[in-house]
């Protein structure tokens, strides 16, 4: 009869006690113990779980407890220094392997592979794929693979490492061995490439959920930024926030404003040195600066549970760094708020600037921006989107939006629709939405005189209504694809075959009414 002997069986009861004698927890966290159970199965996993959450312990504690060595792929050399050192202050044995450590100490570190006496080997991922090294892993007993940092493997993630891609010999070449992927951050598109790349085999997914419902989410009309900024913090006194600015310039003229109305405000940007950073940081952590006006460099790392408030002065690039950003807003668990302003010319001027950036990774920033351009403009739950776009679902509005707190009332917007449309094409599809709405609000200035817009027929035909609602009107028909953008032309708007419909009466158009998200919002003048 062929069973395993019960003493070699890793079990649950087993992977507690060592959580017990090494860590010092007496529980695992809800999902850290099915992760393991999963492992200790031989099954390949994959977790998501947010920073903080736990991920170490869910590799950690199966290496101790099953045999042979689990090797770990990691892609910060100095990461992987503080891991090893923290598990060797527990009494675990490990060690590891990168460009920084030299050829002896590797030769002593292989010896002690080999004799079985290593629990964990981190290694990074140069290391990994490089020439004789799978020759020497095969000499050993190897637990499973832990690969940290997964999203790395992923060109549509935020922080692709090109070595991440050879991960896949680890199947390869290992075909028995189990693989876990951790990761903290990982839109569906990237979970996606984490198992093809490494060729997991039917993987069990773990995603903890990254909500913060604590959250208050708010997007807010880019008109008087300033004033809006202003205003927010005199109604929340003595509250922390953070300002995050495009800029290194605009955090300096803001935070300089916020002082003149008697506001201990500080800026942070790469462009300071180090002690300077460091003490604006302290300042904040000590509550001796309430706010921080500053570019995305500031945060990392920075742990302030009492954060109460996030804005954005500008569009984030991209979801993953909007999440990321306003994540450090209410880490307590009290209620806390992110405001977003939001403008179009915020869109044109990250097109410009991501254009430029890295030609390899254009069309791919571009994609993630209109990600981040959708969720500002949506009229649904903003916290659906979200959730939604990390792959998690949540079955119900979550109440803690401005679109859930204020939802949006639609009605009849052919004739709305219509009088656009039409401007659009009398203005031969060569204005911007700037210039339409100018035109169908009757003003007289340069750019309107000059074109002979003031001659057409549609023009002042809307001016009944404020810039931001046609502003709203016109975005809805974007979105609903009645027009669209020619970039390439000066970001002029077109009629597309649908708007068409619209425009001859074929066709119904509903549309959401526009409303300001906060009640003390100051109605914007027009251009
Ligand atoms: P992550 O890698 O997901 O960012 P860590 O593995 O660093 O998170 O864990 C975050 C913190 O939670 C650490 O201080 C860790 O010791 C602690 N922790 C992990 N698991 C448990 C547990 N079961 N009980 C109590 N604390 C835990
Ligand atoms: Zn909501």
Redesign the pocket.
């Known amino acids: 009869m062929l069973f395993a002997p019960e003493a070699l069986t890793p079990t649950i009861e087993s992977a507690r006690r060592v ?1 017990k004698q090494y ?1 010092g ?1 007496d ?3 809800p999902m ?1 113990e099915d992760i393991i159970a999963n492992i200790m199965a031989g099954r390949d996993t994959v977790v998501l ?9 869910c590799f950690q504690v199966p290496a101790v407890v099953m045999e042979g060595v689990c090797v770990v792929v990691s892609p910060l050399i100095a990461l992987m220094k503080d891991q090893v050192e923290a598990l060797k202050a527990n009494g675990i044995s490990a060690e590891y392997i990168n460009s920084s450590v030299g050829q002896s100490e590797q030769n002593s570190i292989a010896g002690d592979c080999l004799n079985g006496h290593l629990k964990l080997l981190y290694v990074s991922p140069e290391k990994l794929v490089s020439p004789g090294f799978t020759q020497f892993l095969k000499r050993l007993r190897i637990s499973m693979f832990a690969i940290d940092e997964a999203h790395c493997i992923s060109s549509w993630g935020h922080d692709f490492r090109p070595e991440y891609t050879q991960l896949r010999l680890l199947r390869e070449q290992f075909p028995q061995v189990p693989i876990i992927a951790l990761t ?1 951050t990982a839109d569906r598109l990237t979970q996606r490439d984490i198992q093809q790349q490494l060729r997991m085999h039917e993987p069990q997914v773990f995603l903890s959920s990254f909500d913060r419902p604590n959250l208050n989410l708010i997007v807010r009309p880019g008109q008087d930024r300033v004033g809006g900024i202003l205003e927010f913090i005199e109604r929340h006194p003595n509250e922390s926030g953070i300002i995050y600015c495009l800029s290194r310039k605009q955090c300096e003229t803001l935070a300089q404003k916020i002082q003149q109305k008697g506001i201990k405000a500080g800026f942070y940007h790469a462009g300071m040195t180090a002690n300077q950073r460091s003490a604006v940081q302290e300042g904040f952590l000590k509550d001796d600066l309430q706010v921080i006006v500053a570019t995305i460099a500031f945060g990392m790392g920075i742990d302030k549970s009492n954060v109460r408030w996030v804005i954005h002065y500008n569009l984030p690039k991209n979801i993953e760094g909007y999440y990321q950003e306003i994540g450090r807003g209410g880490r307590d668990g009290a209620p806390a708020t992110a405001v977003l302003f939001y403008s179009f010319a915020d869109v044109m001027s990250l097109r410009e600037m991501l254009t430029k950036d890295n030609p390899n990774l254009t069309q791919l920033n571009l994609t993630k921006l209109e990600r981040m351009q959708q969720f500002a403009e949506a009229a649904s739950c903003r916290r659906r989107i979200l959730l939604n776009y990390f792959g998690e679902t949540l079955p119900h509005d979550c109440g803690n939006c401005d679109i859930c707190r204020n939802p949006p009332t639609t009605f009849d917007g052919t004739l709305l629709a219509q009088k656009a449309l039409s401007a659009v094409v009398r203005m031969r599809e060569r204005g911007s939405i700037g210039l339409l709405i100018d035109v169908l609000r009757g003003m007289r200035n340069q750019a309107v005189l000059s074109g002979g817009y003031d001659q057409i027929k549609t023009y002042g035909a809307g001016a009944d209504l404020p810039y931001l609602d046609w502003y709203s009107y016109i975005h809805q028909m974007l979105n609903d694809g009645l027009l669209y953008i020619a970039y390439e032309e000066g970001y002029a708007l077109k009629m597309t075959d649908l708007g068409r419909e619209v425009l001859q009466g074929q066709r119904q158009q509903s549309m959401k009414k526009f409303q300001v998200a906060e009640k003390a919002e100051k109605l914007p003048r027009g251009k």
């Open positions: 959580l860590y927890y529980s695992f966290r850290q779980m947010p920073t903080g959450g736990g991920k170490s312990v903290a």
